[in-house]
């Protein structure tokens, strides 16, 4: 038990250093995982801006698609349009050559 209570006490300094490197190492630990959660955040607020963008554009060909074939329709009965009002014209045309108009 003597040599116990006699003996040099031990040097805190390398204890002591080395705890304040492991505090440091534990900080730019902290710091990094902080970084890594803000970036995490970040992406994950981007990759639903591009789920959004997906959305709108898959919405928007949709509505074009309709709209062109709306177009297509309107088209076709103008095409029925013209060709009624020729087949009128050329009527009302027969009508007065034959009754001297």
Known sequence: ???LKHRPPLQDAPIEAA???LHAALDALSD???RRSETDRH???LLAQLHAMGNDRAR???ELDLAKA??????EVGREI?????VAMSTI????AIHGG
């Not at 709306?70 to 088209?75: C, F, I, K, P």
């Not at 013209?82 to 020729?86: A, E, G, K, P």
């Not at 045309?93 to 007065?96: F, N």
């Open 93 to 96: 045309r027969d009508v007065l």
């Open 32 to 34: 990094a995982l902080e």
């Open 82 to 86: 013209i060709r009624r009002l020729d």
């Open 70 to 75: 709306d177009a297509g329709e309107v088209e």
């Open 1 to 3: 038990m003597y040599a």
């Open 60 to 62: 928007l060909a949709a």
């Open 19 to 21: 705890t304040r490197r």
């Open 43 to 45: 992406q994950e607020a």
